[in-house]
């Protein structure tokens, strides 16, 4: 059974620097891609990008590049989602997911979609 | 980027009744879309790949359809357990864009 389990519930202030992280099981961690989605509170989703685990290549959304950075650690089947500089807007739900299928720099293959979801990480940003 | 619009952003209905949601790209996503389904206080599910393929283990009262710029999620006969968000995903280019949402309510 694939299984993603999400690293616990943070509390920061504006300026400090964060990582959670997203631990899978049940899957070949090394062939697969994990995404982060972003939900604020009250809101929809957002796709903030993906990590090849093999090889750790990765593609962000425009609206996340230079944002965040988004890691992994293949001995330990451990992705990574990361800031430097916390900020009170970035306050949500962030949930890692397994793609399945697999996307160039453009596009994406048929079939891809996110099969499997942690439990979520709520960060919370507040001075 | 492309972008999902979808419609009613909410809607209530009794149990056992026919509910449709639909979504609509900015330009022609082939069949690039998928559907998911969040429950109060949880992560996403997917129910349905490709515009219209059941996910393993979906009920078969979720439906998809649709190719091109407009796609169609539909519930045959509304149940309790369907309280939820549905979300519609393309994936024809990146960056991966979601619908806004619709929240599926019980009357």
């Known amino acids: 059974e694939v299984q993603l389990v999400q690293s616990g519930a943070e509390v920061k202030k504006p300026g400090e620097s964060l990582k959670i992280s997203c631990k899978g099981s049940?899957?070949?961690?090394?062939?697969?891609?994990i995404g982060w989605v972003r939900q604020m509170p009250g809101k929809g989703l957002d796709w903030m990008g993906i990590?090849?685990?093999?090889?750790?290549?990765?593609r962000y959304s425009p609206s996340f590049q230079g944002q965040v950075t988004i890691s992994a650690d293949k001995s330990i089947s451990t992705a990574y989602l990361q800031w430097s500089s916390l900020k009170a807007s970035d306050t949500a739900f962030y949930y890692c997911?397994?793609?399945?299928?697999?996307?160039?720099?453009?596009?994406?293959?048929?079939?891809?979609?996110?099969?499997?979801w942690g439990q979520g990480t709520l960060v919370t940003v507040s001075s | 980027d492309i972008q999902m619009t979808q419609s009613p952003s909410s809607l209530s209905a009794s149990v056992g009744d026919r509910v449709t949601i639909t979504c609509q790209a900015s330009?022609?996503?082939?069949?690039?879309l998928n559907w998911y389904q969040q429950k109060p206080g949880k992560a996403p599910n997917l129910l349905i790949y490709?515009?219209?393929n059941l996910e393993t283990g979906v009920p078969s009262r979720f439906s998809g359809s649709g190719s091109g710029t407009d796609f169609t999620f539909t519930i045959s006969s509304l149940q309790p357990e369907d309280i939820a968000t549905y979300y519609c995903?393309?994936?024809?280019?990146?960056?991966?864009?979601f619908g806004g949402g619709t929240k599926v309510e019980i009357k």
């Open positions: 330009q022609d996503i082939s069949n690039y």
């Open positions: 049940g899957f070949s961690f090394t062939t697969n891609w």
């Open positions: 997911a397994r793609l399945l299928g697999y996307c160039g720099t453009t596009s994406c293959y048929r079939r891809t979609n996110f099969d499997s």
């Open positions: 990590i090849y685990l093999g090889d750790s290549d990765t």
């Open positions: 490709d515009a219209s």
């Open positions: 995903q393309q994936y024809d280019n990146l960056p991966l864009t």
